[in-house]
């Protein structure tokens, strides 16, 4: 009977040539019949049960043991492992490797089944393919007995390498080496240069699963520390911290751990006396650790590192707080839910929180979670934003904070509508229509020039109604009329950008019409009828403002109630001479290239309305643009009525700004229009004139472009002033307003006038065109002399001194001491207490001090013989003795110059407690006395003298300015107090520009300290933010030295406030001047030049890096100055598909701006068309389309 039963048939077949030695495996008690039967019976009861269930996969059953194959292997133990539950054979799919060896006592307990015998069996009978066949052959071991001929292969092919047998040329155990490597060096080798990888290849991919890669500083995880509590930097004392003990309490039953305590002398004297006793330390020099280390003893064990535990903590206290924040800010608006200051904390408390939301956890890559983070915080933002409009209805900030939420999450369709919806429950609220009219010009789904023009004549007329008291639903809000003039002031500049100049030049005309030369029988009553009155006389063809023979509504109005119609005026034969010149002057120029010189050719000089002529007999079917006829329909729902005099001055003066005039008088009553505006690059390139230290600053650039000037911005504009007719028409406006206005008024419209004046001649001085120079001095010579010869402008020193300043410009010295020696002997005798005469002896002591500098004489400015005969402090001295002036005869008494100081020291503190007092009633006085006085002072004792004038007068006047602004918050609706701030706040600047100027013109003539520049000009921006010329004297300061690294920082301090966009256009401006002088440097290629810089890498990165931070801002992202400069950096870089994505991305936020596209057809020509398509589908103003361009290139 053999071993096995089961088997004993096929045992016995070889059992007679076997050895007689091996009987002992037969088991004679055992019969095979019976075997037999008892198997037969399970094959069949296995058939019944599985009939319906055979799987015929070879896979599953490649493992199991052949009946063959157990018999050959049942010494080596080789069994499969299968499932003991039917359960987990049918729900879990498993994957079995074949050939898996189990180890030799689980052999004889492994139990086999006939169903497994049954399906190895239906295998068996199962023919082989040869492929089969070969991979049985070759990929399984057998022993020789088993091998029935020559033909199956004496070889099989190991398809699993053992390195093993490659390394030690065996496969016994006994011959592989096992060992554990301690250390990675290896003898004979350089450690600094070579080493030896020990690792396994297997085990390289374990290491780089395992080990985490170190963090950078920009990781979610380093966010998160950042955001957490910061830990101490100096630990509180082993007491305790005493602000939280009072006075009777005990000290600390224990240290904090963290603190280690400096010893005190008399422990370290008792420690060094304790170690001297010793024979390590004879001298007891050594401190109580070395004496120990020296006797071969060591320190109590150190304090494990816990830095991990700290960040922990760190982390986890920046968590809890915000836990408690959020609920605090949950119990505030639960128990008062109309708290709106509570709902608005609430509300922004979401974008904090949303920080913390993309932290590492979570699948994904960061930016996937970052975006997943960032709408839900929206969502929840969103949630918290309509709990807290439930509550409140009636809160017009809770509504906005609404909007602002859903702008990412709704449709552009749905949210329009909401806006619609919100503006028609809340139309009296000025702040609300702000926004209204930013999401409309600001959204490009939705934009189109005439969507956006429509919906501010429907802001300016609701609101026009609610002031009136028509609409009786809402009543009008305090400061309802300055608001409506920010308003009417946008819509010009949008349209004036859009390419709508003669819309925007009708609004003007329309409105200085309607309140300038308003009937006396229409003034009282409503807004609605004032404008029915008006149509009529603006479709009657006669001339309006700046027009010739212009004579105004009323005057037109008294005609018709008299009966009988005016005569027009006749015109001038040669007005349109211009429009015969060709306008495509080079014919082999491409086609894109001629297009935007036609576009900027008639944006420059077709900026008026065009009017028939009548005495021509022309109509309005003569027009060959139609476009350039304005309809009353176009302006007619944006007339309002303004009733206060400053109002209407501040229209006048927005007028002159929109036409290019410089504007002393503020324009607008708050900030909020400044990124809309901001649109001229020369805000920028208008740099501080080096041969002019002092006086540059007059008039500086309000960073507006004038009509006509919308062209591209890579190319410069060669024009001085405006066209032929736009200069005409300028000189129409300024005599037909002036005699309306009041005497200060009148001189203010003046002073404005012959500020341009000298801005032209300015103009043609940076040229170095000395025809050009020439003829335009002769026109503002002569037109200065004309207002000066009036009555009322004879005594006016403010005129007197821009007509010796425009006589120095052109070089005529002797002319310009002339005037101004003049001038004083007008008004000398009054002394100190007069501004305009301060101001004008302040601009002629500068002007003689550049011209001693330049001369050469007294390059240290400093006290003594030099100051003695200056010019300057002759004028200074006799301006406080207020005495009759004499001209310079070449000495200045000394007694005088100390009595002036006497003079000049009480005026100023008279001047500075008045305005302390409340009693100060007139602008820009405090700005000239102590520019006097600080001038007086530098040049007659020094810089230090000066430097302590100009700061003591800074400090004190913005003290004031800071308590007139809590005024203003308290008393919202206090107009005078805003006006005073305003005024404050124009002091403080200009004292700024005056103390910075003279800092750096006396540090570049003489050794002095340049810490006292640096601190002025950093104190005043950190105040004024806003003001461009002090930008320019920093950036020019930090840029000679080359210190980027204290610009960068204080720019990045600055920019944090976020409340203005002007700190980031200095920044990238600052940044690509040191980018142009590294260009420069690099491809200088001379062998033995000296470099004035190093190389410096990473600055386009940098100032890519500072544009998408501005345009990330709300105030970045509207202005069209930021896009366009980032948009012409990109191309300047050679990334042009870059570029076209930074220009797509600008009209999501800039839509409107015409300049813009303007700039994508110069730098992507190729995309040409596709951009006037665009502009045509956008509304904008296409003057020359390009079927015109090619008729006038075939002509």
């Given at each position: 009977m053999a071993l096995f039963p089961a088997f004993h048939g096929t045992s016995t077949v070889k059992r007679d040539s076997s050895s007689k030695e091996l009987d002992w495996l037969s088991n004679q008690s055992f019969r095979s019949g019976d075997a037999l039967a008892l198997h037969d019976i399970a094959l069949e009861k296995a058939k019944e049960a599985e009939k319906g269930e055979r799987k015929e996969s070879s896979d599953k059953s490649c493992g199991r043991i052949s009946g063959e194959e157990s018999e050959g292997e049942s010494g080596s133990g080789r069994h499969k492992k299968r499932k003991k539950k039917e359960k987990k054979k049918k729900h879990k799919k498993h994957k079995r490797k074949g050939g898996e060896r189990s180890d030799s006592h689980d052999s004889d307990s492994e139990t086999v089944y006939p169903s497994d015998l049954l399906r190895k069996e239906q295998e068996a009978q199962r023919p082989k393919t040869p492929a089969e066949v070969e991979v049985d052959r070759q990929g399984k071991f057998r022993w020789l007995d088993d091998l029935v001929?020559?033909?199956?292969?004496?070889?099989?092919?190991?398809?699993?390498?053992?390195?093993?047998?490659?390394?030690?040329?065996s496969l016994y155990r006994g011959d592989i080496a096992r060992y554990k490597r301690k250390g990675n060096s290896s003898l004979g080798l350089d450690p600094r240069k070579q080493a030896v990888s020990w690792d396994e290849p297997g085990q390289e991919n374990k290491k780089q699963r395992t080990e985490r890669r170190p963090e950078r500083y920009f990781s979610s995880q380093a966010r998160q520390l950042l955001r957490a509590d910061a830990l101490p930097a100096r630990p509180p004392p082993p007491g305790g911290d005493a602000a939280t003990q009072g006075p009777n309490a005990g000290p600390s039953p224990s240290?904090?751990?963290?603190?280690?305590?400096?010893?005190?002398?008399?422990?370290?004297?008792?420690?060094?006396?304790?170690?001297?006793?010793s024979g390590v330390n004879p001298l007891g020099v050594?401190?109580?650790?070395?004496?120990?280390?020296?006797?071969?003893?060591?320190?109590?064990?150190?304090?494990?590192?816990?830095g991990p535990e700290k960040k922990k903590q760190g982390v986890e206290g920046a968590e809890a707080r915000l836990t408690a924040r959020v609920e605090e800010l949950n119990r505030r608006v639960r128990e008062n839910p109309t708290d709106t200051q509570g709902w608005l904390e609430f509300i922004r408390f979401q974008d904090e929180l949303a920080l913390w939301g993309a932290m590492p956890g979570g699948g994904g890559s960061?930016?996937?979670?970052?975006?997943?983070?960032?709408?839900?915080?929206?969502?929840?933002?969103?949630?918290?934003?309509?709990?807290?409009?439930?509550?409140n209805p009636g809160c017009v900030e809770l509504q906005l904070e609404r909007l602002a939420a859903c702008g990412e999450l709704w449709e552009p369709a749905a949210l329009l509508k909401e806006w619609k919806k919100l503006v028609f429950l809340h139309p009296n609220s000025a702040p609300l229509w702000r926004r209204y009219l930013r999401f409309c010009q600001g959204h490009f789904g939705t934009f189109s020039a005439a969507k956006a023009g429509a919906a501010y004549g429907k802001c300016l007329s609701t609101l026009a109604a609610c002031a009136d008291g028509t609409m009786l639903s809402h009543p009008p809000l305090p400061g309802v009329e300055e608001d409506m003039l920010d308003i009417f002031l946008q819509q010009c500049h949008f349209l004036r950008q859009t390419g709508h100049s003669e819309k925007a030049v009708c609004l003007f005309q329309g409105l200085l019409d309607f309140t300038f030369f308003k009937p006396d029988t229409v003034k009282e009553l409503p807004t609605r009828q004032q404008v029915d009155f008006f149509e009529p006389f603006w479709d009657s063809g006669e001339p309006r403002v700046g027009e010739k023979g212009a004579r105004g509504w009323k005057s037109w109005m008294t005609q018709q109630e008299r009966g009988g119609w005016l005569v027009p005026s006749e015109t001038d034969e040669d007005e349109d001479e211009e429009g015969d010149d060709e306008e495509v002057k080079d014919k082999t120029l491409p086609k894109w290239r001629i297009w935007l010189d036609v576009e900027s050719s008639r944006e420059a000089n077709h900026w008026l309305p065009w009017r028939p002529d009548k005495s021509k007999g022309q109509s309005e079917e003569d027009c060959e643009d139609p476009e350039r006829q304005v309809l009353f329909d176009d302006i007619g729902p944006s007339m309002i009525r303004l009733t206060r005099p400053d109002l209407q001055l501040r229209l006048l003066c927005g007028f002159l700004q929109f036409l290019g005039l410089p504007v002393s008088a503020p324009t607008y009553s708050s900030r909020h229009l400044e990124s809309l505006l901001l649109d001229d690059l020369a805000l920028l390139q208008e740099r501080p004139d080096p041969e002019r230290p002092l006086t540059s600053f007059h008039p500086p650039s309000a960073g507006v472009a004038p009509v006509g000037r919308a062209g591209v911005l890579v190319e410069p504009c060669k024009q001085v002033g405006l066209c032929k007719a736009g200069e005409e028409f300028v000189h129409n406006v300024l005599q037909q307003i002036s005699p309306l206005l009041a005497l200060q008024d009148r001189a203010l419209l003046h002073l404005s006038w012959l500020q341009y004046e000298k801005l032209k001649v300015l103009r043609c001085v940076h040229s170095h065109n000395k025809k050009r120079l020439r003829a335009q001095g002769k026109r503002s010579k002569r037109l200065a002399k004309c207002l000066l010869k009036e009555p009322d402008n004879r005594g006016r020193l403010d005129l007197w001194r821009e007509y010796a300043h425009l006589e120095w410009l052109l070089g005529n010295l002797e002319e310009a001491r002339k005037v101004f020696d003049t001038a004083l002997g007008l008004g000398v005798a009054r002394g100190l207490k007069d501004p305009a005469l301060c101001h004008l002896c302040l601009l002629y002591a500068q002007l003689e001090t550049e011209e001693a500098w330049r001369a050469g004489e007294g390059r240290s400015s400093g006290a003594g013989t030099a100051a003695a005969a200056s010019p300057a402090v002759h004028v200074l001295t006799k301006l406080a003795e207020e005495a009759t002036y004499a001209p310079f005869s070449g000495q200045v008494a000394p007694v005088a110059v100390l009595k002036a100081r006497k003079s000049y020291e009480q005026a100023v503190e008279v001047c500075l407690a008045g305005l302390e007092a409340g009693r100060a009633k007139k602008g820009q006085h405090l700005a000239g006395l102590v520019g006097c006085y600080a001038l007086f002072q530098y040049l007659t004792m020094g810089m230090d003298a000066a430097n302590t004038v100009y700061r003591q007068a800074r400090e004190r006047l913005q003290l004031q300015a800071s308590i007139t602004q809590q005024k203003i918050v308290v008393n919202s609706s206090s107009t005078n107090a805003n006006n005073v701030s305003i005024a404050m706040a124009a002091d403080c600047e200009a004292l700024a520009v005056q103390h910075a100027a003279l800092l750096r013109h006396h540090t570049s003539t003489s050794v002095f300290p340049l810490v006292h520049l640096r601190e002025a000009l950093t104190a005043a921006l950190t105040c004024s933010p806003t003001s461009a010329p002090l930008w320019h004297l920093y950036v020019q300061t930090e840029a000679r030295y080359h210190s980027a690294g204290r610009a960068r920082r204080f720019f990045h301090s600055v920019m944090k406030g976020g409340h203005s966009v002007v700190p980031y256009l200095f920044a990238v401006w600052a940044e690509q001047g040191r980018k142009e002088l590294l260009d420069s440097v690099q491809r200088s290629g001379g062998q033995g030049e000296t470099l004035p810089t190093l190389p410096e890498n990473g600055l386009s990165n940098r100032i890519r890096s500072l544009f998408e931070v501005a345009t990330g801002t709300e105030v970045g992202a509207q202005c069209p100055l930021l896009w366009r400069m980032y948009l012409k950096f990109m191309a300047s870089e050679g990334n042009?598909?870059?570029?076209?994505?930074?220009?797509?991305?600008?009209?999501?936020?800039?839509?409107?701006?015409?300049?813009?596209?303007?700039d994508a057809v110069l730098l992507f020509p190729d995309s040409v068309t596709e951009f006037l398509d665009l502009m045509t589908e956008k509304e904008l103003r296409l003057r020359a389309p390009m079927e015109e361009v090619e008729i006038l290139m075939e002509d």
């Open positions: 001929s020559a033909a199956d292969g004496f070889f099989c092919l190991d398809r699993k390498a053992d390195p093993a047998n490659w390394q030690y040329k240290p904090s751990a963290n603190f280690i305590q400096l010893p005190s002398e008399e422990s370290e004297g008792r420690a060094a006396k304790g170690a001297g006793s050594y401190d109580a650790g070395t004496a120990l280390w020296l006797e071969g003893k060591g320190h109590a064990p150190a304090q494990p590192d816990q960061e930016a996937e979670r970052h975006r997943v983070s960032t709408r839900g915080a929206l969502e929840k933002k969103l949630a918290v934003a309509e709990r807290a409009v439930q509550s042009m598909e870059r570029a076209k994505g930074i220009f797509y991305k600008a009209l999501q936020n800039v839509p409107w701006a015409k300049g813009l596209y303007m």
